[in-house]
């Protein structure tokens, strides 16, 4: 990057998916930051562009808020016009479901996977990349959320992902706890049951694997 980004196209950089830096804008803008190695187009249709390594330095660098990280315990958005947010489990009130959702989640994940292999060094996508390591709660519902389990909304039964005073874990809550694990270790991270020593309920203790 020889200059900094137009304002256009930083408008298009602080617009971009919090979770997947999936990118929105015309042609040119869409072309100049592939130019400039802040984005580049997916290889596999509909061929979307995404954020670089360098792209979300640049972006996080103007202090854009992510709904991922401000919003976590709020509904995400329908996908009519937001932003993609995680659910963790247990927002007030209960988000809406259903095909426009599950859609919303599967791009989210392939744009997830994405990013490791352009992240991680020897380019693997079975193992957590830098973002998800700094999102732990959002990176693990996502992984949960996307293989088909259901958050907790309300009354109804589901998980629930929350942070840990222990680094680099969160704690994962749900009746189906081996379920759960199965689902997060073939996402690339190491989860085992504990119990709680006062309430004496099991939960998980989830971390993102580094090898």
């Known amino acids: 990057m020889t200059r ?3 304002a256009a196209q930083r408008r298009v950089i602080d617009a971009a998916d919090p979770v997947t830096g999936r990118l929105r804008g015309t042609d040119a ?3 100049a930051l592939v130019k400039h190695g802040l984005a580049f187009r997916h ?6 562009h995404f954020l670089t390594p360098a792209g979300h330095r640049i972006r996080e660098a103007e202090g854009v808020a992510t709904p991922v990280e401000t919003r976590a315990q709020e509904p995400a958005t329908d996908g009519a016009g937001g932003v993609f947010a995680a659910r963790v489990g247990g927002e007030e009130p209960a988000p809406a479901a259903g095909p426009a959702r599950v859609r919303e989640v599967h791009s989210a994940w392939q744009g997830l996977l994405e990013l490791r292999r352009m992240t991680n060094p020897d380019r693997a996508t079975d193992r957590p990349c830098g973002w998800e390591r700094t999102h732990l709660v959002q990176a693990a519902a996502l992984a949960l959320e996307a293989a088909g389990h259901p958050p907790e909304t309300g009354g109804s ?5 929350r942070a840990t005073p222990q680094p680099e874990a969160v704690a994962v809550h749900a009746e189906a706890l081996r379920t759960c694990a199965i689902t997060l270790e073939e996402a690339g991270w190491q989860a085992g049951e504990y119990t709680e020593p006062r309430t004496r309920v099991r939960y998980l203790l989830a971390s993102p694997r580094r090898l």
């Open 157 to 161: 039964p589901g998980y629930r992902v």
């Open 29 to 31: 803008q869409l072309a």
């Open 43 to 48: 290889s596999r249709p509909p061929h979307d």
């Open 4 to 6: 900094p980004p137009t």
